[in-house]
């Protein structure tokens, strides 16, 4: 089974301060995904990577950054957090066409 | 523009009850995705569909490409169903465009 794990199910962080997400996937995929999820907005994509040290923005990456250091592991910065980035952060992997998800993780910016 | 477009946006069940959702989008796909998010939040696959019908227990799931939608069949709905159901499309490359999600609750 694929396995997509993330740091941290629920985060609490004051505003102006650096935030890292981390995302890890087990199954050797190429692509790796980053969204966040608002009430009535549904998923929207923030930054993918479809290889190492490679990435492309997605529909909203203002305000965020990424890094892909090795294949495994994809992590989403938040280089001064604000009230706005507050939302559920979810991270996926992908290899061809089908798309597995983490647990997800709840950021509340005060 | 880029449209998914997910109905109805809620539905409520009796226990038993068997439902149809609906995802319509607005160009050709080469990828489609239905998530369910159970109350946790976590998004668990349940059917890649881009074109096609497919069958899985008590759901099903049948994508028409060329008329440009997919519909999502639950048959004999239980509570463990409630949540939140996805319909997710790519058009090309790897980026995938969610629908706003049909929130399905069903009561005992």
């Known amino acids: 089974d694929v396995k997509v794990t993330q740091s941290s199910r629920y985060l609490v962080k004051r505003t102006g301060e650096k935030v890292f997400l981390e995302c890890v996937q087990d199954?050797?995929?190429?692509?790796m995904f980053w969204y966040r999820q608002d009430p009535g907005l549904g998923l929207r994509l923030i930054y993918f990577?479809?290889?190492?040290?490679?990435?492309e923005k997605g529909d909203i990456p203002e305000g965020y950054s990424v890094s892909r250091e090795k294949k495994e592991r994809f992590s989403l910065i938040l280089e001064s957090a604000s009230t706005n980035q507050t939302s559920m952060y979810l991270c996926?992997?992908?290899?061809?066409?089908?798309?597995?998800f983490g647990p997800g993780t709840r950021l509340t910016v005060l | 523009g880029i449209q998914v477009e997910q109905s109805p946006p809620d539905l409520i069940l009796q226990e038993g009850a068997n439902s149809t959702l609906r995802c319509n989008f607005s160009?050709?796909?080469?990828?489609l995705q239905w998530f369910h998010q159970n109350p946790w939040g976590q998004l668990i696959n349940l059917f890649y569909?881009?074109?096609g019908t497919k069958q899985n227990g008590r759901l099903s799931a049948t994508t028409v490409a060329t008329e440009r939608y997919s519909l999502l069949y639950i048959s004999s709905s239980q509570t463990t169903d409630s949540g939140v159901y996805f319909c997710?499309?790519?058009?090309?490359?790897?980026?995938?465009?969610f629908g706003t999600g049909t929130s399905l609750t069903v009561i005992p």
């Open positions: 996926a992997s992908s290899l061809g066409n089908e798309q597995f």
């Open positions: 199954m050797d995929h190429e692509n």
């Open positions: 990577s479809y290889d190492v040290k490679m990435k």
């Open positions: 160009d050709s796909v080469n990828n």
């Open positions: 569909i881009p074109s």
């Open positions: 997710a499309v790519a058009f090309t490359g790897n980026q995938f465009y």
